[in-house]
């Protein structure tokens, strides 16, 4: 994940937790001589929502993470909770670590109502400071409050790994020349003077697919999809207000005929690895790239510029390393086999390993794996756990 973007979730947990984290504090002392009375608990739990803003749900465990009091919301209790082991959950995975007071799970999709969701425990302690028991309270992110501002896009060069299945049968295909290939000087004429002179800030050009999709500034909520039909003719900038160049470009006019030129380039350079569609926002500055072995590259105009097609088509170019990666072709078989194997862990220990995996870490029960392999592992159990809608296996 993008630092900027990490750094703006990170900072607005730290808010939350401070909101959060004063409120369930004082309240867990309230509930305390309740514990014994599974009955005075949930009417204690009831009256949470009039000290608490924002919470969903509220349910108190005792120290081994096991549900003691029902699950309660604004409308009402469900005592079908109580019993239930929530030891395993995720948010609970601080739980061997007495010292830890309170702690604000990550984000998840909820399992009932398929909402962004987040979790506080507060610890409970008794008068000598031992820990008895744990307040969860369940909030729905869309109801919790926002930072009112956005993250900043980073501007250093990010490659993202495509489809496996595309790459490792890069080498069975060829480039297939299409309607805009052959009309593609028209083609990107038309897109600089759009750029230049008709109020375009952004295109995306499908170069297989003969189409352009584009954002102009007047209207930047809505794309408008242009065929190649309508791209080689040039009476299409009739169809747009004449615009000065957007104030907002940090693309100087003179680049984005450069640009293009090396967007063409890279469409013929090669008739394996070719260039299938590119993109280009001249107020941000990023080109984004999509070759033909499905691998994305996302950059800024000039770094894209001073870049040469033996850097992108060399031996040694990122591109060509990613598809000697993708010649190894995956061994289903073997994986396939991995994924019984884990499956048969239990529910509760393929949801961790998924929870994991999808968070960035490398568990140490895949670690032999290299990264495509994982993402094989991960699309596999996956499928397997949707297939159960309730009880222990979900999070």
């Not at 194997?341 to 998924?354: D, P, R, T, Y």
Request: charged share 25%; aromatic share 8%.
């Amino acid at each position: 994940m993008a630092k900027s973007l990490q750094h703006s979730i990170n900072s607005h947990r730290a808010l939350l937790t401070d909101l959060l984290g004063n409120a369930l504090n004082e309240y867990a002392g309230r509930i305390l001589p309740q514990m014994d009375e599974v009955e005075r608990l949930d009417e204690c739990m009831r009256r949470v929502f009039s000290a608490l803003d924002y919470c969903k749900y509220v349910y108190v465990l005792d120290a081994n993470g096991v549900q003691i009091s029902s699950t309660v919301n604004r409308y009402g209790a469900d005592p079908e909770g109580r019993g239930r082991d929530r030891s395993e959950r995720p948010y609970m995975k601080h739980m061997q670590d007495a010292s830890i007071d309170f702690n604000l799970s990550e984000a998840y999709i909820s399992r009932n109502k398929k909402r962004p969701s987040i979790t506080a425990i507060q610890s409970i302690r008794d008068a000598n400071g031992q820990r008895v028991g744990f307040l969860g309270v369940d909030y729905d992110l869309r109801e919790l409050p926002h930072s009112d501002v956005i993250y900043e896009e980073p501007s250093q060069w990010r490659q993202i790994k495509g489809d496996p299945a595309i790459r490792s049968g890069l080498f069975a295909q060829q480039r297939v020349e299409s309607v805009m290939d052959r009309h593609i000087d028209v083609v990107l004429s038309v897109h600089e003077a759009l750029i230049l002179d008709q109020g375009v800030h952004h295109f995306q050009i499908h170069f297989s697919s003969s189409r352009t999709t584009i954002w102009h500034r007047d209207d930047p909520y809505v794309y408008r999809i242009l065929t190649n039909e309508e791209l080689i003719d040039p009476n299409i900038c009739l169809a747009y207000p004449r615009r000065p160049y957007f104030e907002r470009a940090i693309v100087p006019p003179a680049d984005v005929g450069r640009v293009l030129k090396q967007l063409k380039a890279l469409r013929f350079a090669d008739e394996t690895i070719y260039l299938r569609s590119a993109s280009l926002n001249i107020v941000n500055g990023t080109v984004g790239l999509n070759f033909s072995c499905d691998g994305s590259h996302y950059l800024s105009y000039d770094e894209f510029l001073s870049k040469g097609l033996d850097f992108w088509l060399g031996d040694d170019s990122s591109i060509a390393s990613e598809v000697a990666c993708a010649v190894q072709a995956l061994d289903t078989q073997r994986l396939d086999a991995e994924v019984d194997a884990l499956a048969s862990m239990g529910c509760i220990q393929v949801n961790k390993l998924l929870y994991a995996l999808e968070k960035g870490d490398v568990p140490e029960r895949v670690a032999a794996f290299n990264a495509d392999e994982r993402d094989y592992l991960y699309r596999e159990l996956k499928a397997v756990m949707d297939v159960y809608e309730g009880g222990i296996c979900g999070l």
